[in-house]
């Protein structure tokens, strides 16, 4: 089985630029895979592809060097081994909020005897090779994400899990927790110190930490403060925003505001 | 059956913007139909949707009041047919060509007498009611594109099919077609030169005319040149510059050009 | 490769009930072939499937004994090969308007030396066993529907296509094509007499004939008159019948309107 | 967020026609949208659709003022989250047996500090706007079905929960669990008073109260004893139904039967 | 409702063949099913379909007489239920580890007063008739995988639970659990011995044992060990070695290795 | 635009392997890449896939270096033209049995001035960069079917078409053309004279050469009379064969049968 490419990359002190597909498609995935993230998640949570469609979105993935990824609806097991038979190199589970739920996850995401995990790599196979099952549990991110009050008040529970390769901050959710308006690229204090303090206890802990993001500014920023690996808006949100701003200058620019007709 | 929406705003004096679905997915449909394009043309040709999903498209569509059209592979009765009796209020079809082209075209879409058009308007019943059959000669567009060095020889035969109802530029074809690069808001004098002519005809036959572009400002040049509708990029093109545009703004923002680093 | 039963049952003086399917769906088609329609059509043409699902509705309807046809978009050879491949023991094709459409059409049901069409029966072979194209071309149904005045004026010459086995009349073209109203279960004058005259014309000639309708009644009257297979509604359609009687008996059964409240 | 016109509906003393939708399309749920039901329920239990079919009968039902809701399979969070994000306005959630059970279900249709459903309604926020968070706690009806034995026994420690918002009677797993025959439209007494009981139980708790039936006399019926809303039959069953009927009048009408073959 | 085939058989002392289906597709599902296998066994947990693609797969396999069957992902009630109301006369669950696995599972598989198993088998019911639910806790085949060192352990906790009809060794994931190779044909001795006293418990029990093999020869052995049934090879293994064979043989025959070139 | 590896083996000298795809599904199709076709070919005729499925299957051969091709299902411009935008290499098209056939064909796969292709290579120029229309008319390979008696008649007019790069033998319906049985490997002396003949002509014309076999050894032989690309078996051929030797071997190692049970 080939390195982790991320896990070079973090390795090495380079930060990661993540990409999140929302839209259930494998023709979007194989046109983002081609723009150059480091890695892309699809995101089976609050995205609309289900399995079988993320499954033609990971070989459009496998059409570059992208690493591919996944984002699951829970903590259910089903789901986050047969993502990984698929072939993700990288399983991010919502809402780890207790150290139960992160040793039930890490079980999830490796062989025995660490976990559970259930033999059959259909599709990872194809690309990681018949010892695949040796390297595996090295090379398969189990990203937990903290999003909770209850997250908060696990963290170093949580952190001490040995098999947890990461942690993923979901700042929606995290600031409903805290009373405050849930977006991205937070500007609230409660938030924001939330964020710098798990980043901070994440990294005393040598885990790897990710973020989601609205815009590469903030991404930078969180860079800036400790994290491995940033996610930028997303499919939809770019395809959206987009097409307003194609709408917008159409009706603005209606005839009575036109000060050129010619090319 | 109501009154195609597009012809009331042109009967106004309105030029229409339209936006171009080239992603094969109901719920990209859906999102692009909320931005408040006048119209969204499903593409079947160069687009990556089939009969199946556009199907879907359509419906996506028609949570909205945005306009559904279609663009189909070829002058194929088939696919034009099927395209109207789910819902289409217009069908572009390619390579129009001759005059034969136009009136094979124009018969595919209307009823008995004018045409051919079978009879079984099962999705677009459900909207346009039990009289459709009664105006939808008149409500739905057949829309021919000129795009190729022999259309512009039989320009006018073309136009002087009564049933045709407008004509829509293909500028990368036509530019091939002239020996010049295929792209949308071209600035090459024989492209450019042509475009103008045909406006022009097209106009003096009273027929509509629609054309591919790249950008607004492009668009609003077409339309001072007569255009009564205009397409402007597509969710694919949308999609490609808004990931790279993140792409690029994190490549280049990377540590050693960072020159803030708090929030 | 196993005798026609449609055939069989018409040439022991039996007339068939066709059911008929517009929703692109396995699910009904499978539940649809369990009620015991002695053929089931999928519409490619008016209804929603596309090849792709159809094929999926072909195995559904395989559960059963069954005979699976369709009704191709158009008389595209195409799809028509396609469908025969995909294990449909009949054809029917819209708008058969001349000899030339005739002979086009049953060229593209029969393999060499009669016709054109290309081998390789992929699942039709599942069920037909190796010698399916030593019978093939007896046990095909190809039908041509005869639904246009152009189809009217040249019936003779239509029907005189010996390979063509049978024909199907479209109430709502002809209606249209006569001036009258697109419905089933025709009552006005010109429609009534011309289908009259088709059936009596085929039955002439030796030629099968079907017709769709809306109900059994009528279908009966049709059998009554010389007619070997009728259509009574589609899927859709019952499917739309039964949720309005549901819809329309709550609202009228409203409180005021209660007289009994206890069971 | 609009409000939700069930809950406007039942606040205003009006009883609401609930439809099922077993098949797994998109088309046939655009079609029942269009009928006229007060809200259409997706069943992912014993239906057919799984969640990226579901997603494109949602979209469909967007088509019209339908409210949409979903059974899901089973009290698991990964799919009651996914429906509500898709722009479910009501999750029916099976075998609620236990006051564990019901608190479970209402932690997954909240949000903090209510519950731990995660943020990020991807296709709700399209209908529902940037506040949707601010009032979906409100407005999503979490609805717990009430069918064991464990569930009557337990039925008031269930309907002390303040968050569940409904229950839902499941006539059929009721019956089985009474040692009756599994069937809606019950007679046989002990479901009969069974019934009775929860209805009576649940509106005493200020509870909103739904059950399934076969008929509208049924339906009627429950709604006199209380019902807020009510399912009369589904779109498979409708189909089926329909379909028996044409086949079995075909059939009856058989040449021997026949009275008149005339129009 | 028909008895199961599997359990006639078992009981009239032959040993039955099934065949894994883990290509995600209705047509290879139907070809398979044509080939004769006893059981077939669509892998929902290391094969590639998911809910929506084995619906149409169940559909492809009842057009013979194999005994459609069902690996889940996990231990999840919501997709064991859903795979039996599609019509699995059997459902293999991964990882039945402990006594509270098996009796979850068995309850999952139980209508009542047995299990919790909910009404509704929409698809089941086409086939097995009214009276499905009189019969079906008896002919539904539970079957628990014994594949850790932890079921190992609680082999007898697990076999003692009289519902749980059968058993199945998954040899790759039990080789992980005993530190050998994950593979299947196991000669390593640990697996072996592991294997053997799996099958002697088992059938001391009572209980009807199954195990996945790669080869006829090895299956053998198994049955010659006590093995109802036995798995060879898959689908995907299938083809795979079918276009390997193809392309080495092309490879190793290039023009320098040639011995003939005439027919 | 890259080089069409499969004239650079040609120019080379070397001889390719085609792999045939009638199973509609990207993950067979992703598999059978990485097994190491020269080129794979999706059919759209006899198999499975239309143009959506074909879609997925085009980005999962995208994984691996193997060159994609498409059969496309008859003379039809529209397929022709998405094929080749979705990225196809090659085009074969059956049934080229005229010069006007072959003139409409090869003028459906050139841009302009050469032919009347549309452009928009939206699959195609992601992998082929932005000046892919300079050279895709050097590079895609136009293969015309040979399969008729009528294509034999006109073979020589056929091949005189410079812009027709390639023909392709199929042998089943060039055997029923002539009277004799449709199967590969053919050894009835009309059909291998023929081959002969159309393969000869071919060569002395300056076209390459493909021909459809069932087994290596064959296509050896048809290399050696001057293929210079072969097809061997299909997906479908060679799961259907693997799984039939394996049921027969089961039914034939019965215990009666068996020699040994121990290992």
Redesign the interface.
Known sequence: MPNNPLINAWNAGRST?N?WL???????A???A????DSLTIDL?????????A??ML??I??TRTVPMAR???L????I??ML??GCYGIIC??I?TRDDAVRFVRACN???VG?R??????AG?YAGPDY?KSANDEVLSIGMI???QALDNLDAILDIDELKAIYI?P??LS??L?CT?KFDQ?EKPV?EAIEHVIKSAKAKGKRVGIHNLT??????M???GADFVT??S??R???????A??T???N?A?GN?TS???
Request: hydrophobic share 40%; aromatic share 8%; glycine share 8%.
């Open positions: 630029l990409g929302a839209i259930p498609n494998a023709s979007t194989e046109v983002m081609h723009v150059g993230w949570q609050h995205g609309l592809a289900d399995y079988q469609t499954l033609t070989t459009a496998s059409t699951v609806p829970w259910e097991e089903g789901i081994m047969r038979d698929a919502p809402m909020n062989y025995a005897p559970t259930s033999f059959g790599p259909i599709r194809l099952y999003e909770s009050r979901g929606a959710d409903l927790a009373g849930p500007d924001v590469v500014a903030y991404a930078r920023k860079i800036a403060l930028v808006a499919d939809m770019l395809l959206t925003a987009g097409a307003n194609v709408v200058e159409f009706q620019s005839p036109e007709d010619t090319y």
